[in-house]
């Protein structure tokens, strides 16, 4: 198993796992600045943090992030204005791992506990939450590592990951599959059956689930049907209607390693994230791709820390990221445009 991406699925969880909730440092309203080159906006956060999560609307006018830091909690920018806004957490709680419904009316999210200061992974809960009014809507409960959740192309399903808890490790939990809720009974279905080591994503397009996995039970299975030998995460494809599991060959041609967290646009190219081999070795570069719907062809489009993620805007095709600028988390609007 590769450890640069160990230490990254255990990056997700650092947020709940280490550091304590302390006073709020900032307002809960401030203006930022953007500035543009060429065709990039970058917002500026204000925030000192190491990584990070986002999500972007679908009309783009609004975007939600976390960071690894329990005391930022979760915000909301406007991308227009640049006013970046606190969003309530519900009182003993707090929220992360956001995804917009497609109306842009609500968001799912990870509802966790807090105990001694830091997130409960015995109490976690998949919920809606009503930007409108600030309710928080509980979609399922009970035992288990819960993280990623995401609204299904027409907003009636909401998918997830659900893990094991560890009682040692570097990461909370292990053994993941993934769940689907009916949003409107709030009944839930296991879809796999694979025990994966970590996984990350998705992503629904209306007929399949795209996601990055890595040690599940049929793992081996599918890397020799598409002839690959290399270990690591990979993207999956998971059919709605046969519930058939197939791997998407993306081409390591340049080096490319350790798929994850894929998105498609509506012309089905593919996006997501990879590590490469630093040249001199070191540490691990990582990088957001895109590719042909059959990974054979990966452009590169724009280099990463670790452990941070991207989004697409449903409506425009606009692409967002979360960055550094030196210990500042930062967020940017980039130069290019996913088809929409």
């Known amino acids: 198993m590769n450890n640069s991406y160990h230490l990254l699925s255990a990056a997700s969880f650092l947020r709940w796992l280490v550091y304590p909730l302390v006073t709020v440092l900032c307002a809960f309203t401030i203006t930022v600045a953007s500035t543009q080159t060429f065709a990039e906006t970058t917002y500026r956060t204000g925030l000192q943090a190491e990584r990070g999560r986002l999500a972007v609307s679908p ?19 406007d991308t227009s204005s ?4 606190l969003i309530p957490n519900p009182s003993g709680r707090d929220m992360g791992f956001p995804d917009w419904s ?35 809507e509980m979609l399922i409960g009970g035992e288990g590592v819960k993280f990623d959740p995401f609204f299904s192309i027409d907003g009636k399903t909401i998918y997830y990951f659900k893990g094991k808890r560890r009682k040692e490790g570097k990461t909370p939990g292990s053994r993941y599959e993934l769940f689907a809720i009916d949003v409107a009974s709030k009944s ?5 059956q694979e025990q994966y080591y970590s996984i990350s994503g998705g992503d629904d397009d209306g007929n399949s689930i795209f ?5 599940g039970t049929t793992l081996s299975g599918l890397r020799n049907a598409i002839g690959s030998k290399a270990d690591g995460p ?43 081999t630093r040249r001199g070795g070191g540490d691990f ?18 280099e990463l820390p670790i452990s941070m ?22 967020l940017r609007k980039l130069d290019v445009t996913a088809a929409y």
């Not at 009309?59 to 920018?77: E, S, W, Y």
């Not at 509802?111 to 200061?117: E, L, P």
């Not at 449903?314 to 550094?324: L, Y």
């Open 234 to 276: 990979m993207l999956l494809k998971f059919d709605k209607s046969t519930n058939a599991l197939t791997a998407i060959h993306a081409n390591r041609n340049d080096g490319l390693f350790d798929f994850f967290a894929p998105k498609r646009d509506k012309a089905g190219h593919l996006y997501f994230i990879a590590a490469k």
């Open 102 to 136: 497609p109306d842009g009316k609500r968001l799912v999210v990870v509802s966790a506990g807090i105990r001694n200061g830091r997130g409960d992974y015995d109490d976690m809960r998949i919920s809606l939450l009503d930007l409108a009014t600030g309710n928080e």
């Open 82 to 85: 640049g006013k970046i806004s």
């Open 211 to 215: 996601f990055g996995g890595d040690g």
């Open 59 to 77: 009309d783009g006018k609004r975007l939600v992030f976390t960071t690894d830091r329990l005391a930022h909690g979760m915000r909301l920018l």
């Open 309 to 330: 993620r991207f989004g697409i805007t449903r409506n425009t095709g606009a692409i967002f990221v979360m960055d550094r600028d030196g210990i500042e988390i930062i």
């Open 285 to 302: 570069q990582w990088y957001l791709a895109r590719s042909t719907p059959d990974g054979s062809a990966i452009e590169i489009l724009t």
């Open 188 to 192: 839930e279905r296991q879809l796999t």
